[in-house]
């Protein structure tokens, strides 16, 4: 029998490790970015085409790299940034491990132009799937230029799982994000098919945070800063009154990378608790420097994901510190635990007489008088409290004995059509303003009325998109709304759906918007906060293989104008309703799955007596 194990060629091996390293556009995107911050750049540019699938470039004014190193960078395990195993437990860069460049020439065409300051010429270099095609000198600006064409070209299934471009830019800003937060001195710019989406002057890091998500985070954040010998913590939260509904600006950092860590999250939502309600999420841009030695990295191709050494310590202080910056803005009340209040005394003049302390005495006093008074009164002055009218204090509701009216119910033969259209119509009433109680030929039917306008605002705003134009309700006053880049992306995204629906939306630049007009049927007078709600199911629908905008944003419009739906309703708008449900497509269940109409059986009554 003939051996059967061999060693895989190097392009081979490259393309598998290029599954764990790259998944999509925005992995190489956070590997270009990354080591043009090691590089020590100042001045970092990202050019994208076609949500990265056609062009990624990078451009630094970094150290640049020489001949040799050019071409050594793109060998599987090659770097810089290690040479022994006691290294990977001092690390003080973004990336160490040298596959990410080997992985990427393994799946795309790369162009690498570099040049140190101190040569006069530089290198040129240009590889096909993991094969140096050509490699020249070129003379020209100092630094390093590389650009990633064709991202997957050989490998047409891994190009075939991509998302659209509205998603995978999603993804790519999101990298973005989380790099260009690390290092508010380095100026970053970003150019998305010629079209300029940052540029993020060198300042400060509130500076960074409020020109990345919007002039609005000046007033929503409250600074963090906490010193001891195990952690450093430093960054900002969002105040309580601006949690979100879904978990957006929320980022860790760890020694100038940033994390994932689901322990630490819990930390933060906990000291937030009675604060927010509990379907909302606080922001937060939190810092930790902490010695190397004390945590691992290496444990994910990625390097998103830490262990400490002091998973609870940190817990704790961080819990601490959120708590004490919350009660140090008044948001919350604190306690100053530094200080005992009752050791807080005055100390008296110098000159001042302290006299002993005296005690009066009233010899006049007599113990037994006001014994005997209460002896008298009980026989004379007091007097047993009156039983009558005690109907008087309870309701009379409480003590009556009406019998209540004895329920019939019809069972005839009809069929289900003409008990909903007669019988259900009389006799239906609605239980503590939620329930529509109704009788049916097996017994009685509940319906959860706010769930029941799910479904047909549901199906009543697919029509209006289907048709092309709803009507719309022009505003008072324009209202300008701004939003992150990435939530503006979105925003556009789904503009054209919002606009059959009777929104006029326009868009005025720096990732702001002017509404015109709203649906007439809107009945939230709040717009923002219908289009936070709709672009944050859209980026959590995002991710999904074929995204239904019109099904997603009818979805999330209809729960938001369903909700306001309480109060009395006469017997015509309980008639109303039940028609409506019973029109729409699927009366029995919302557009989420949830069950809109319950049948309580004769038979089910019966077992409860």
Not at 532 to 541: G, L, P, R
């Amino acid at each position: 029998m003939p051996d059967i194990i061999h060693l895989l060629t190097d392009s081979v091996a490259n393309q598998i490790a290029a599954g764990e390293v790259i998944q999509r556009p925005a992995s190489v995107v956070k590997e270009l970015l990354e080591n043009a911050v090691d590089s020590g750049a100042d001045e970092i540019t990202l050019v994208i085409k076609d949500a990265g699938k056609v062009l990624v470039q990078v451009i630094d004014n970094g150290c640049a790299m020489s001949v040799t190193d050019a071409r050594m960078c793109f060998e599987r395990h090659a770097t810089s940034k290690i040479k022994s195993a006691d290294d990977l437990f001092a690390i003080h860069t973004l990336g160490f491990r040298g596959e990410a460049l080997a992985s990427i020439a393994s799946i795309a065409q790369v162009e690498l132009k570099t040049q140190r300051v101190e040569d006069e010429t530089g290198t040129h270099i240009i590889i096909e799937g993991s094969k140096v095609v050509s490699q020249d000198v070129f003379a020209g600006t100092k630094g390093t230029s590389i650009s990633v064409k064709n991202l997957f070209y050989n490998i047409p299934a891994r190009r075939k799982f991509l998302k659209s471009n509205s998603t995978e830019l999603r993804h790519i800003i999101e990298e973005f994000q989380r790099v260009v937060l690390v290092r508010p001195g380095i100026k970053f710019t970003f150019h998305n098919d010629n079209r300029q989406l940052f540029l993020l002057p060198k300042g400060n890091l509130k500076q960074r945070i409020v020109a990345l998500f919007g002039p609005t985070y000046n007033n929503k954040l409250i600074p963090l800063e906490q010193e001891s010998d195990v952690v450093t913590i430093s960054g900002f939260i969002g105040k309580p009154e601006f949690a979100r509904k879904t978990r957006g600006e929320q980022y860790f950092f760890v020694n100038g990378r940033f994390i994932k860590h689901h322990y630490l999250n819990h930390a933060v939502d906990g000291a937030f608790r009675e604060l927010i309600p509990n379907d909302a999420f606080p922001s937060y841009f939190i810092y930790f420097k902490i010695d190397p030695k004390e945590i691992d990295i290496n444990i994910h191709p990625t390097k998103t994901e830490v262990n400490f050494q002091n998973n609870q310590v940190i817990y704790a202080m961080l819990s601490s510190t959120v708590k004490q910056a919350l009660g140090k803005f008044n948001i919350s009340p604190s306690i100053d635990f530094g200080s005992e209040s009752s050791f807080e005394i005055s100390m008296p003049a110098k000159d001042k007489v302290i006299l002993p302390p005296s005690i009066a005495v009233n010899t006049e006093y007599n113990p037994f008088e006001k014994a005997k008074r209460q002896t008298e009164g009980a026989g004379a002055g007091f007097s047993k409290p009156s039983a009558k009218n005690w109907e008087s204090l309870y309701p009379s509701n409480q003590i009556s004995k009406q019998k209540a009216p004895e329920q019939k119910f019809d069972l005839d033969t009809r069929d289900e059509k003409e008990i909903i259209e007669t019988d259900t119509m009389e006799g239906a009433f609605l239980l503590r303003d939620h329930y529509v109680v109704a009788r049916v030929h097996s017994g009685l039917m509940l319906i959860d009325r706010q769930r029941a306008m799910e479904r047909i605002y549901f199906e009543q705003f697919l029509s209006t998109m289907e048709a092309g134009r709803g009507n719309s309700q022009q505003t008072l006053f324009p209202l300008t709304l701004h939003y992150s880049s990435q939530e503006s992306e979105i925003l556009k995204f789904i503009e054209k759906d919002l606009k059959k629906l009777g929104f006029e939306i326009e868009y005025f630049g720096n990732n702001s918007f002017i509404v015109h007009g709203t649906p007439a049927e809107l009945n939230n007078p709040d717009t923002k906060d219908v289009l936070d709600s709709i672009i944050d199911n859209v980026k959590k629908s995002q991710d999904e293989v074929k995204i239904d905008r019109k099904s997603v944003i009818a979805k999330q419009l209809a729960v938001n104008m369903a909700f306001r739906h309480k109060g009395k309703l006469e017997k015509e708008e309980i008639k109303s309703l039940i028609n409506r449900l019973f029109a729409t497509k699927v009366p029995e269940v919302t557009p989420n799955g949830k069950p809109i109409v319950k049948i309580m059986s004769f038979e089910e009554i019966d077992q409860k007596f």
